[in-house]
């Protein structure tokens, strides 16, 4: 009988053992996955668990961490259990080239090569890095970086006649663009350039680190510009209004002194840009570096060594899909020409009394990434 006790004690202590030998294998530990995404097609980045009418990227993420065994199922249905956090919250049709999300995870071996195999070839996993354990990729990210990939007919002026594929940006009309960008730097009040924010928020001020519009290249016959903006962080459509914005000045709709009436109290008409050719750069973590990354134990949120795989993806997935889909569906083409229609000088009661009669459908589209404020 003794011995049949000491037999079943040595049995569990082996189990035991075993268990513990297992779980050393694959600790569970807090992670940032960098990720890059093509977001046509897909519903935006945020789950919606119990919702499978609209497919959004974090249905396939979880999907992919389930089946090559970093996490379990159940987690996947309470994200919560998993501690995920995203750092942006892409709109419906939004790619990202540096998208960041934490969670807790199986460290297994080779897991970006088996998270990556479970992921269609427009989602890929390009990095992992360990974080400390309370690190939420949502609060301790200090700013965003997006860029717009645009036609660059969208600036010719609306009085002269253009064919999209001969159009050119001339120098003196880009340092028109950019001199205009250049007034959304330093903090300003965007109420306008969102919904369902009134001029007294506090929190429709944002800053804006750095705005520009790079040099003009030609894909397909027709010639693209890249805008890029670096912001603390951005409300619903906003940077689609800064962009429309300062279309519609450069085109001749509306005048330079918009800009700064837009700031004030008075509600202004703010056209917003098409969807399309929006993209999440990079998120930047620049106070969690300066604490943590230097500690010894983990490593700072940057990504040197994966920027060329950011760039190989940003060309076969991202840029591919938005200048095919500007060539067959013609969305910035289309939008410009509801810009006449648009009445950049009326006034608030006016403006009240338009909008209760006109709800635009696009408007159930999200964010311009981070949508932080309801988040």
């Known amino acids: 009988e003794e011995n049949g006790h000491q037999n079943k004690k040595l049995k569990r202590d082996a189990d035991e053992e075993d268990a513990e030998d297992q779980n050393k294998k694959s600790p569970k530990r807090k992670i940032v996955l960098l990720m890059a995404y093509s977001g046509k097609g897909y519903h935006g980045m945020q789950r919606n668990v119990g919702s499978s009418q609209f497919k959004t990227i974090e249905d396939d993420l979880v999907s992919a961490l389930v089946q090559s065994g970093c996490i379990p199922e159940n987690h996947g249905e309470d994200m919560k259990k998993m501690s995920f956090q995203r750092c942006a919250r892409t709109d419906k049709g939004v790619s990202a080239a540096g998208q960041i999300v934490s969670l807790k995870v199986r460290l297994i071996d080779d897991i970006l090569e088996k998270i990556n195999n479970h992921l269609p070839s427009h989602i890929r996993i390009l990095g992992v890095k360990r974080v400390t354990g309370g690190f939420n990729s949502k609060n301790k990210c200090d700013a965003r970086t997006y860029s717009y990939m645009l036609p660059t007919f969208a600036f010719a002026h609306k009085d002269h006649d253009v064919q999209e594929e001969v159009y050119r940006l001339d120098k003196e009309t880009l340092e028109k663009v950019n001199k205009l960008l250049a007034c959304y730097k330093g903090t300003h009040n965007f109420h306008n350039f969102t919904s369902q ?4 928020d506090p929190s429709a001020k944002r800053y804006i680190m750095e705005i520009c519009c790079g040099e003009p290249f030609v894909r397909e016959n027709i010639e693209f510009a890249v805008i890029k903006v670096k912001g603390q962080s951005f409300m619903m459509h906003q940077i689609r209004k800064m962009i429309g914005l300062v279309i519609a000045i450069v085109k001749g709709y509306a005048a330079e002194s918009i800009l700064e009436r837009s700031w004030g ?111």
Not at 197 to 200: D, L, M, V
Not at 272 to 283: C, M, N, Q, S, W
């Open 197 to 200: 924010k009134g001029p007294r």
């Open 265 to 375: 109290e008075e509600k202004v008409d703010v056209p917003k840009a098409p969807g399309l050719g929006l993209v999440l750069e990079r998120v930047h973590f620049e106070k969690y570096n300066r604490r943590f990354g230097n500690d010894g134990l983990h490593e700072p949120l940057e990504w040197a060594e994966e920027e060329e795989k950011i760039a190989v993806f940003k060309e076969q997935y991202i840029y591919p899909t938005i200048i095919n889909t500007e060539r067959e569906e013609k969305s910035m083409a289309n939008w410009l020409t509801t810009l006449s229609i648009h009445d950049f000088n009326s006034s608030a009661v006016e403006m009240q009394a338009n909008n209760k009669n006109s709800k635009s459908s696009s408007d159930l589209e999200g964010s311009d990434g981070c949508d932080d404020d309801s988040d």
